[in-house]
């Protein structure tokens, strides 16, 4: 908001007011009486027509129909307007605020007078963009365009290094898409978790979200009341398009909107995840009601403006202008916007960001590699190959793995390595790949052909049984390929639990076992929780009742917050009646 004093603001709530409009069109002065009636608008925005964006840069825009200013026909276009809106008090006294410079771009003669179309300084951005020596801070970036541009900056160093990304040095990335330098300003407010405007002086600034407001508005103050939504938009996650890749951070409570920044040129060199996280950190301040409203209004509400509406059918929420209409002796028009948040799971949003990025007749490929030693004891069989991934079309995919393994035999002369395939959890069982060892070191290359449907997740499992001997899975590399494909290679959130209950071998007497339960919750805190409680029933053994005792498992995490790339180690606990004190290590698990 404007600065105003306290009596000024006093004074927008009274139920009469009186106010005045005047200023210059180039040299001349004029005032209300030059003026048509209901002529005189003043529109701008910050922000898309349907959703909260990052860069904009509207223009902001002044129409209005003059009559009786002594200025030659001919001379309009190009003239600047400075309009100032006056508030009148009842001492007599009086207070103004200025409502910014115009050049007028159009000027058309009537009967009623002259109506001129107007632009503020935004406008003088398009021009042709000069990429030479785009790099550097923002403020040093932002300077030198308004000085390309004729357009002064109306922040300071200190200012601009405030903001988000303020004091990073950015590097514009040469394939590019911009072609005026609005259209940079546009990629650099983004990337500082800004848009742009130009302010009531015509100088260029950055402006972010806030969550303190500036004034509640009453139904009094309503003329034709107020239309309000029933949600709140907030954003817990960001992401960036870079190359081929998708970045993207999110809070540990993802359940809010996913801002996309596309394929951003400023945040294509480097690892742009602080950039990312500085942006998200400020997009906290975003928890707006969308809104429309005619109101009394003035003119001294700024975009950006964060404001209370209580009572009627408001309940006292925040909303913030993003988009106003100023009516001269009228009403003043405004508007939030904003998105429902999603109840697509993080898993999903990240596959949704990266189809934003992707094209769908590009062939993908996705390399997943391990390290970790896999012991595979004769008989026994273990996964060696887990994968999940995404189709966004129907298409065909490549599967192909190198699998560094030695194999030493123990009941044979040779040990048999015997795969199998699941796809989604079914197993390919009309394909088996077999291959017989002697002692030592070996290679296993698999390959195989898959048919996909469209925009379905998938899961590829291999899984390899011993024969004969031990095989010692040393390391794998594999990979997927083919058109429309969407996979990552960090972890994802998914946590897949397995039960295996050993046979029990009763010679004569019937058993009665009752169905086996299992129970999970996850606690996500400083330090993660994941605690399964498996129940086993009394099992009837008709002669001695034999009472198994439950047992709880605890997987605990390292702490740390749920970040992508989270590495570590997992310990599977195991707790009985005697033990309880000092639980055994079962198992334990790395990924």
Not at 467 to 486: A, F, T, Y
Request: proline share 3%; aromatic share 10%; with cysteine.
């Amino acid at each position: 908001m404007y600065s105003v004093s306290d009596k000024y603001k006093l004074n927008m709530k009274a139920p009469i007011q009186r106010f005045g409009l005047d200023g210059t069109i180039g040299n001349v002065h004029f005032d209300e009486s030059n003026v048509l009636q209901g002529t005189f608008n003043i529109e701008n925005q910050c922000m898309s027509d349907t959703s909260i964006t990052l860069g904009g840069v509207n223009i902001g825009v002044l129409s209005a129909t003059f009559v009786g200013v002594n200025i030659n026909r001919y001379a309009w276009k190009g003239q600047v307007i400075t309009p100032r809106h006056t508030r009148l008090f009842d001492d007599s006294t009086s207070e103004s605020v200025p409502l910014g410079k115009y050049t007028i771009a159009e000027a058309y003669w009537s009967r009623d007078g002259v109506s001129i179309t107007a632009y503020d300084n935004m406008s003088k951005f398009d021009k042709d963009f000069i990429a030479n020596g785009s790099a550097g801070t923002p403020y040093t970036l932002l300077t030198s365009w308004g000085m390309d541009c004729n357009v002064p900056l109306g922040m300071t160093n200190e200012q601009v290094r405030a903001l988000p990304n303020g004091q990073e040095a950015f590097v514009l990335h040469a394939d590019n898409d911009i072609q005026t330098y609005r259209d940079a300003i546009s990629y650099l407010a983004a990337a500082m978790g800004c848009w742009a405007q130009v302010d009531r002086a015509g100088r260029l600034i950055f402006k972010t979200f806030s969550h303190n407001p500036v004034d509640t508005i009453q139904p009094n103050e309503r003329f034709q009341g107020i239309t309000l939504e029933d949600f709140q938009t907030r954003y817990t996650a960001i992401h960036v398009t870079k190359g081929t890749d998708v970045y993207r951070v999110h809070e540990i409570q993802d359940t809010g909107l996913d801002m996309d920044l596309g394929a951003n040129p400023f945040m294509q060199y480097g690892n742009p995840t602080r950039r990312l996280q500085n942006i998200l950190d400020a997009l906290q301040s975003i928890y707006y009601t969308p809104f429309t409203c005619d109101m009394i209004g003035d003119p001294a509400y700024d975009l950006g403006d964060v404001i209370l509406f209580e009572r009627g059918l408001a309940d006292g929420s925040p909303s913030c202008i993003q988009r106003f209409t100023y009516i001269y002796n009228g009403t003043y028009q405004c508007a939030g916007v904003g998105d429902k948040p999603t109840t697509m799971s993080k898993e999903e949003k990240e596959l949704a960001a990266m189809a934003a990025g992707q094209v769908q007749n590009e062939i993908q490929y996705y390399i997943f590699k391990s390290n970790n030693q896999i012991v595979i004891e004769d008989t026994k069989t273990k996964d060696i190959i887990n994968l999940r991934f995404t189709s966004l079309k129907a298409t065909k995919v490549i599967f192909h793995a190198e699998v560094l393994l030695t194999a030493h035999h123990i009941s044979d002369a040779a040990t048999c390595g015997v795969v199998s395939y699941l796809w989604n959890g079914s197993e390919i069982t009309a394909y088996n790949p077999t291959e017989t060892w002697i002692d030592g070191k070996h290679v296993l290359h698999l390959l195989y052909h898959l048919e996909l449907g469209e925009a379905e997740m998938h899961r590829w499992l291999v899984r390899m049984t011993a024969d004969g001997g031990d095989i010692i899975v040393k390391g794998i590399e594999s990979s997927i390929s083919g058109q429309g494909l969407l996979a990552t290679d960090s972890w994802d959130g998914y946590i897949e639990a397995e039960d295996r209950i050993t046979l029990a071998q009763l010679n004569v007497e019937p058993v009665v076992v009752p169905l086996h339960r299992d129970s999970a919750t996850l606690t996500l805190q400083d330090m993660i929780l994941i605690e399964v409680t498996d129940g086993m029933d009394t099992t009837d053994l008709e002669t001695e009742p034999e009472e198994i005792t439950d047992y709880t498992d605890a997987v605990y995490l390292n702490k740390g917050r749920l970040k992508d790339l989270t590495w570590g180690t997992v310990k599977d606990y195991k707790w009985t009646a005697e033990g309880v004190q000092n639980p055994i290590t079962e198992d334990e698990y790395a990924w």
